[in-house]
């Protein structure tokens, strides 16, 4: 075990200014929005009170411009969609129904019209939704079909003798399905449908589709459900919607990507229909980003909240008599200590998602542009985002829980905040994707242009695309130098000398990891690549696609942990969060020491002296973990639990 050197008194706020990033005044502004006695927390309302409240909320919002950060700025907007996303994320300290029906309201439906429409969809939408004069819905997940967007069942068949679109629900199953803002709000809804002219299915496309009149009845055609009650979130209007023939205009289609003349014509500036299909739902990569930054900040309420009880809970004596807090116990380091360094991992890397979406993305005021050239480091993007929402959501719903735990009883009352941010952020794993079909879409991903070599992401393509010649340069970029390297590193002894806390270790290890495990999957595809059953092929891989996607993710925080660090200047908050990404990285090693000794990179005494590393960062931490949990700058307003301020 290596030696831990004291750390000094450390200032919070300086932790909080690298924390807040490019984006620092939004969150400042935020910050002073939650001191809003209209946005006071509240519990154990009923469901119609939850959903009045929300809308009510969602008004102050928009006029305070709130809304307007990422929409272009000649109809109201900001073009700032890194202000946009970073407000959002802000918003999941509070309410956290607010924050899905402004999601929902200018992230998924604003959002399709943004950059799946045209001008003329924007000058016609933009400036009411942003406002509230128009709230709408966004209507893809179906009874039958949710993560597999591309099999949806809901058809829009171009009538060319009327130049109408016909909207319909074929069967039960093609139900829209968990709908925010249908149920009591709606009145638009951007509907996903097969587009089906002259007989022929163009692929799944989106339609802006009235479902409610000017005194809030349900249009023709449309049947509206209300999806009751849920586990949280009830101050979202969550609806079903049933299409019957239902017939909108030609013009409603939004046609950025592909459009229908009027005689029933379609036309295309991508004619690859996968390519298509892809680079629509890319242009939506923001709501997943937006989700992971959502969790992370309902984790960091829950943490301050554990954390500062954890300062005041007494709990048995020592031999002198006096009573002991329990933050003072290892048991309970080991419970909030390693969370909160994997939320700081996250943190600093959605920091860099969010810069990478608003530096990716084009300017909002410029001319709209039909095919636009894939901007650098787009795709990688995506696949981050993908990784990062999933495991980043995942950490929150497990976060979250281990604080109620270890708040005992106290934490089990509403009034302090845990059982409600359980209930409300459960759903995160599951919404704007499932965690393991973006873990999976993240392994293909790394096994190289998967939308070129895959076609549709099927089984079938994947175990295609590994017996072509594609798999050489996955070979060749995991394998070459790396394999002498990897010869080297394992040579016996050299990894038991290794320092603990030595950051190239760290570095080699996850990378090894990583490398490994897309190596191996890789050969493995390809050795079974002849077979009969491509499918049995590829789910008997499944597991190995998904641990390769959690390697490349863990690799993914830390070297934003690092990047991190570099951009904090003080010396003695610097060295704070060194140790904070020790932990994030030797609490991950731990956690896969079995996979690690397996395949020869720790010993059984280097395995041991992990754990006890782990132990003794969590006592090196535990005198500075109020400081760690303050310079997330959640708002006394907005952590509100009782508990927190015993």
């Known amino acids: 075990m290596t030696a831990l050197a004291p750390l000094e008194s450390v200032d919070a706020g300086i932790i909080q200014r690298v924390l807040d990033g490019r984006w620092h005044e939004i969150r400042d502004r935020s910050r002073e929005l939650a001191k809003d006695a209209r946005f006071a927390v509240e519990y154990g309302e009923d469901t119609e009170t939850q959903r009045a409240r929300v809308l009510e909320r969602l008004q102050v919002l928009a006029e305070q411009g709130y809304s307007s950060h990422g929409f272009p700025t000649r109809y109201g907007g900001g073009n700032e969609v890194g202000a946009s996303i970073t407000g959002f994320e802000m918003l999941a300290m509070g309410d956290l129904s ?44 179906e009874s039958g079909h949710g993560s597999d967007v591309a099999s949806l069942r809901t058809t829009a068949t171009y009538d060319p003798a009327a130049e109408e679109f016909v909207v319909h629900t074929p069967e039960p199953l093609a139900r829209k399905e968990y709908i925010g803002n249908a149920a009591r709000d709606g009145q638009l809804a951007v509907v996903f449908a097969q587009l089906i002219t002259r007989g022929e299915s163009q692929g799944v496309h989106a339609f802006i589709v009235p479902i409610r009149d000017d005194e809030h009845n349900a249009m023709p055609g449309v049947r509206i459900e209300d999806c009751g009650l849920k586990a ?3 101050g979202v209007d969550n609806g079903r919607l049933y299409f019957d023939e239902v017939r909108i205009p030609r013009a409603n289609l939004l046609n950025r990507y592909g459009d229908v003349a009027a005689d029933g014509t379609y036309s295309t500036p991508i004619e690859n229909k996968t390519a298509r299909f892809f680079t629509m739902l890319g242009t939506l990569v923001q709501g997943r980003i937006s989700v992971a ?53 996250l943190h600093f890397a959605q ?7 608003h530096d990716t993305t084009p300017d909002l005021d410029a001319p709209l542009e039909r095919d636009p050239a894939e901007q650098p480091g787009r795709r990688e993007l995506e696949s981050r985002a993908a990784g990062i ?26 009034e302090n905040r845990l059982p409600g941010l359980k209930a409300d952020t459960d759903v995160f794993t599951t919404f704007e994707g499932d965690n393991t079909v973006l873990l999976q879409l993240v392994g293909k991903e790394l096994l190289t242009g998967y939308r070129d070599h895959f076609g549709a992401l099927d089984w079938l393509g994947t175990t295609r695309f590994v017996a072509d010649a594609a798999i050489e340069s996955v070979v060749e970029r995991i394998g070459g130098r790396r394999i002498l390297q990897r010869l080297i590193d394992a040579t016996p002894g050299r990894g038991d000398d290794a320092d603990l806390l030595d950051r190239a270790w760290h570095l080699e290890l ?32 499944q597991d190995h696609m998904l641990a390769a996607a959690r390697a490349h993710v863990d690799s993914v925080l830390l070297q934003s942990f690092l990047q991190g660090i570099e951009r904090c200047d003080d010396a003695a908050e610097r060295a704070l969060l060194e140790q904070v990404c020790d932990l994030f990285v030797l609490s991950t090693i731990e956690a896969e020491r079995g996979w690690f000794a397996e395949h020869g990179r720790l010993t059984s005494p280097r395995s041991k002296a992990v754990i006890a590393q782990v132990d003794a960062l969590c006592a090196a931490l535990r005198p500075h973990a109020r400081v760690l949990v303050d310079a997330f700058g959640v708002p006394d307003a907005a952590l509100a639990a009782p508990i927190a301020f015993s």
């Open 98 to 141: 607010l924050l899905v029906k402004a999601g929902v309201q200018w992230g998924l439906f604003g959002g399709a019209i943004l950059h799946l429409g045209t001008e003329e969809h924007h000058e016609r939408y933009l400036a009411d939704l942003m406002t509230l004069r128009t709230l709408g819905c966004f209507a893809m997940t």
């Open 232 to 234: 949280g979130l009830n």
């Open 293 to 345: 930054g959502g969790a992370g900040s309902a984790t960091k309420v829950a943490l301050a909240i554990a954390v500062r009880y954890g300062d005041t809970r007494l709990q048995f004596e020592r031999p002198d008599g006096a009573e002991i807090v329990i933050n003072d116990y290892l048991a309970h380091q080991r419970t909030l200590l390693p969370a909160l360094a994997k939320s700081y991992a």
């Open 351 to 357: 920091l860099d998602l969010v810069a990478g979406l």
């Open 389 to 414: 929402k999933a495991v980043g959501t995942w950490h929150a719903t497990r976060t979250i829980q281990a604080c109620r735990e270890a708040c005992g009883g106290a934490g089990y009352l509403a």
């Open 510 to 541: 996850f990378d090894f990891r990583e490398t490994h495990l897309l190596d191996t999957l890789a050969r493995r595809l390809r050795k079974a690549a002849g077979a009969d059953d491509p499918f049995e092929i590829f789910n008997a891989a």
